[in-house]
């Protein structure tokens, strides 16, 4: 069982950046593929980024590519979205999710657990 915090939402103008957090408890965080997703209004819930157990591949969607940064912490439990240069469209709750026992992936369904979602929010 792997439960999971997001934390670090909020309200930032276009252009600014924000570093959302993901509090993972259990032991299997260092043996999960971990993600970032993101559901705006009205929209289905989309790939942001990936990374496999020890850090060492990560996957972005073409959207977010050379503007945000996953990354995470074994010895901590903890998954990190570090986002730059952000635009409007980038607005939507992000959810952190965790694969365990198998190799990242950008497909929702294949995600064991999820975390109850953080608001971003970028105003023009």
């Known amino acids: 069982q792997v439960q999971l915090v997001e934390s670090g939402g909020g309200l930032v103008q276009a252009g600014g950046s924000l570093r959302l957090s993901c509090a993972a408890s259990?032991?299997?965080?260092?043996?999960?593929?971990m993600g970032w997703f993101r559901q705006a209004p009205g929209k289905e819930r989309e790939f942001v980024a990936a990374i496999n157990w020890n850090g060492g591949i990560r996957d972005y969607a073409d959207s977010v590519k050379g503007r945000f940064t996953i990354s995470r912490d074994n010895a901590r439990s903890t998954l990190y979205l570090q986002m730059s240069s952000l635009k409007p469209e980038d607005t939507a709750v992000y959810y952190c999710?965790?694969?365990?026992?198998?190799?990242?992936?950008?497909?929702?369904?294949?995600?064991?657990?999820w975390g109850q979602g953080t608001q971003v929010t970028v105003s023009s």
């Open positions: 999710a965790a694969r365990v026992g198998s190799a990242y992936s950008a497909i929702v369904n294949d995600y064991n657990y």
């Open positions: 259990g032991r299997t965080f260092s043996n999960a593929a």
